[in-house]
């Protein structure tokens, strides 16, 4: 059975040793130069990603894969609209979520939005994705904030309640869970299947700042559990099960993988602001791979959480998205190694030959190593200062 903690009670796990306290210092010392280099607001990066990737009616784009349009792609774009202080795209990406996924339905975005049979584009799956939801929704609660507008506020709120009504399962009456979707996870009467990466800490922290009285508690303690139930060996896997008699435990349909679901997981967890209160639950539980990357100077495409075994290269998504996790469980110099790669992967040689994947991964490591944004230990976006 599930331990039944409140958040509070969270606060009381941080580590206080001075070793700890010592490499967040470090981890913040070594992001201190490329800081103070940015002075306004301009992202580069997400100006190539743009003119790259959005149509002109404002939906992202993945060639390779039939020009389909995913909600996670579209979810993703409005955030990195919002730190590039990009209000034009936001509305284009918004809008047509709102004319072609969402607002037409009474639940959270479709997913996947594609060519038919006969050459017309159209929702081809209605289903939706959690993870894509829930960074939607944080996109405009912030771009609320930052650009003082209210409709965004107002939509986000809309997809919360959307997402508690069709995402959240309730174990009790106070215990609460997410699943991936909204159809197709529940594996028996009382077993669902789940993903660690779906649900980042600081947007739940976000979601409970907003929605005191919500599901964000219960579904933030549930994450946490999840995080370190499924790495045993400090790798996470890419699907789990939850059994709301039995807890967490590996899902024999989907085995002991851990890769290209996974590898998000590593990159929350090292954006956890230093004074998160399940940052000393959820670091330790993962420095697996860190420990692994800076020991092998490699990062793993794919690895058996239960034995450690790791298959093939990751790509240069993969190297970018574990670079905080680096910094943070102590170890300044793989770190900075895969830091100077990533700069040389935004290259225009290089950044022309990765795959949309690879592009998102790279944007938020970049994007956190050039201190353009942070999460705070309220899950509230911190965005730089821009030259006036």
């Known amino acids: 059975m599930r331990r039944k903690r409140l958040l509070t009670q969270r606060f009381a796990r941080i580590p206080k040793c001075g070793a700890v306290r010592r490499l967040v210092g470090l981890a913040v010392a070594c992001l201190q130069v490329s800081v103070a280099a940015h002075a306004d607001c301009r992202w580069p990066l997400w100006e190539r990603y743009a003119q790259q990737q959005i149509s002109k009616d404002g939906r992202i784009v993945e060639p390779g894969k039939g020009d389909r349009t995913t909600s996670e792609a579209q979810a993703y774009a409005m955030f990195f609209a919002v730190v590039g202080d990009d209000r034009v795209r936001f509305d284009s990406l918004l809008n047509w979520a709102l004319a072609h996924t969402w607002a037409t339905t009474g639940h959270p975005p479709a997913w996947l939005w594609a060519k038919r049979a006969d050459g017309t584009f159209d929702v081809l799956d209605d289903n939706s994705a959690t993870d894509a939801d829930l960074w939607m929704a944080y996109a405009m609660l912030e771009a609320a904030r930052r650009w003082s507008e209210p409709r965004y506020r107002a939509l986000g709120l809309r997809l919360l309640d959307q997402i508690t009504a069709t995402e959240v399962v309730w174990q009790d009456e106070t215990s609460a869970f997410l699943i991936p979707g909204r159809l197709g996870f529940r594996l028996s009467e009382h077993a669902y299947l789940v993903n660690p990466s779906y649900a980042p800490i600081q947007l739940l922290r976000r979601f409970i700042k907003e929605q005191p009285h919500g599901p964000w508690v219960s579904v933030l303690n549930h994450q946490v559990d999840l995080l370190v139930a499924s790495a045993p060996q400090g790798f996470v896997p890419d699907w789990y099960r939850f059994d709301t008699f039995k807890g967490y435990m590996l899902e024999p349909s989907k085995g002991p993988t851990g890769g290209f679901d996974a590898v998000r997981t590593y990159m929350w967890a090292g954006m956890l602001d230093p004074t998160d209160p399940a940052r000393g639950e959820v670091i330790p539980a993962l420095s697996g791979m860190a420990d692994l990357v800076a020991q092998t100077g490699r990062m793993p495409l794919y690895v058996n959480i239960e034995s450690g075994e790791t298959f ?53 490591a970049a994007g956190w190593l050039e201190g353009r944004y942070r999460f705070d230990h309220e899950g509230t976006l911190q965005l730089k200062p821009c030259r006036p």
């Open 312 to 364: 093939d290269e990751g790509s240069a998504g993969f190297r970018a998205a574990v670079i905080p996790l680096l910094f943070v469980t102590g170890h300044p110099s793989a770190a900075s190694r895969l830091a100077q790669e990533t700069k040389v992967m935004q290259q225009a040689r290089e950044w022309d030959g990765l795959h949309y994947y690879d592009r998102n991964l790279l944007l938020f």
